[in-house]
Structures are given as structure tokens and as C-alpha cells.
């Protein structure tokens, strides 16, 4: 199944809002809910720096936005593998999603062609099958 990000995942959510959330995690599905969250909406945002000319006041403010959604993705993932370490999980220098994968599936998210998706969303669209389980 291909999953297209066809809107901003969270039109509301701000970074300022975002991080104020992050300090505020307190438990392991909290931060895997807000880590799919603030990744899809850095992946999303990401593709508006294609629609501005280099150089442009837009094209710099889309930058910037991006790079603020980005670390703050970062600082999400750096969370989780503390979580992981201390499983005793080894975090790769390369393909560090796969560590990640079985994190977030154990809380509820699906990765879905580089886009977090909630397996209960999923599973009420009615396009859920065992392989995906």
C-alpha cells in the first residue's frame, strides 16, 4: 500500500508549540506519538522549499522552518534511542530508522513509505491487512 501525505499533517501545531509538548513527554507513547507527528510535518513542510525561488525571502523563511522541524525531530529521535540504548539496542551510524521501526510499532505507528501513520487510523480506513502486522 502507498501512502501519500496529501495535507499538513497537523495544520495547527507550531514549533514553538511542538517543543513546548516535547518537554512535556512523559511517557514512551506520548513521545512516539509526538516524534510521528513532528516527523511527518518536517517531511511535509520540507517539500515547500521546492515551490520558492532561491534566494527569496519565502525561500529562506521555508528553509528556516524546515531546519527548525527538523532538529526538533532530532532532538525526539535522540529520546528515543536513549530508550532504546537502555534496552540494549545498538543505534546504527547508517539506517538508524530500523531501530526505530519496532519502537514505533510497539506504539501504535506503522512506518508507511516514510510517513508515521496510527495503526488504529489504519485500521479504520479498512485498507489494514496482516501484512502489515
Not at 495547527?12 to 507513547?29: G, Y
Amino acid at each position: 500500500m502507498v501512502v501519500v501525505m496529501g495535507g499538513d499533517p497537523d495544520k495547527e501545531l507550531i514549533p514553538e508549540a511542538a517543543e513546548q509538548r516535547c518537554s512535556e513527554v512523559s511517557t514512551e507513547l506520548e513521545l512516539a506519538s509526538l516524534y510521528a507527528t513532528v516527523s511527518n510535518k518536517a517531511w511535509y513542510i520540507e517539500d515547500n522549499i521546492y515551490d520558492f525561488n532561491e534566494g527569496t525571502d519565502e525561500y529562506r523563511s521555508a528553509c528556516d522552518l524546515t531546519r527548525r522541524w527538523f532538529a526538533l525531530e532530532e532532538k525526539l529521535r535522540t529520546r528515543i534511542f536513549a530508550i532504546l540504548i537502555s534496552e540494549g539496542v545498538t543505534i546504527p551510524q547508517k539506517g538508524q530508522n530500523q531501530v526505530i521501526i519496532p519502537f514505533m510499532k510497539r506504539n501504535g505507528f506503522l512506518d508507511m513509505g516514510g510517513w508515521w501513520i496510527a495503526e488504529n487510523e489504519l485500521k479504520a480506513t479498512n485498507r489494514y491487512s496482516k501484512h502489515l502486522k
